[in-house]
């Protein structure tokens, strides 16, 4: 599957695709597809992003000598003496599976980031990338999770970021 700074490039009009990945048309898809494969009964939220996680002081220094500045483990060790690079963003892949007694608590996670006024508790939260209006509606989310049927609520949330 080849990919460009527009997104998937489509096959020639009549080819046939050599696996059914190939066929699909964002990265999100192709997530959400193989994901699927692996967790065919729950319902899937997936969102990529594209920007990898920026780190900040003190954890460019945590990361083992094999890891490289933008978080991946490097082909060849460094050389014996030399410093680590700096890592200064890590791709990040994480995965919630919910079950009935996750309600609870999601909605106790939602009350109390409510509670918080993000510009004042966290200014560099939002200076990071995030806009406010992104903040508030991944809360408003937060909030409906736990109110959604119980068949559905067995679903997972994917969330990509590479870099």
């Not at 527009?6 to 964002?26: C, E, I, Q, R």
């Not at 903040?135 to 999770?145: F, G, M, P, T």
Request: hydrophobic fraction near 35%; aromatic fraction near 6%.
């Amino acid at each position: 599957m080849n990919l460009d700074s527009g997104g998937f490039n489509s096959l020639a009009p009549g080819v046939k695709p050599p696996t059914p990945l190939h066929s699909l048309h964002s990265g999100e898809d192709v997530l959400a597809s193989y994901i699927s494969s692996f967790y065919p009964t729950c319902p899937l939220t997936l969102q990529l992003v594209s920007t990898p996680s920026k780190l900040t002081p003190p954890f460019p220094q945590i990361f083992s000598q094999a890891v490289g500045a933008q978080g991946f483990l490097q082909s060849q060790p460094p050389l014996t003496g030399s410093p680590a690079p700096l890592v200064s963003s890590v791709p990040v892949m994480t995965s919630l599976q919910s079950g009935p007694v996750l309600g609870p608590w999601l909605s106790e996670l939602h009350r109390g980031a409510s509670a918080l006024d993000i510009r004042r508790v966290a200014p560099s939260f939002l200076s990071q990338g995030p806009e406010l209006a992104d903040y508030k509606e991944a809360l408003e989310q937060l909030r409906l999770v736990p109110v959604l049927p119980r068949r559905q609520r067995r679903g997972g949330a994917l969330f990509l970021r590479r870099g």
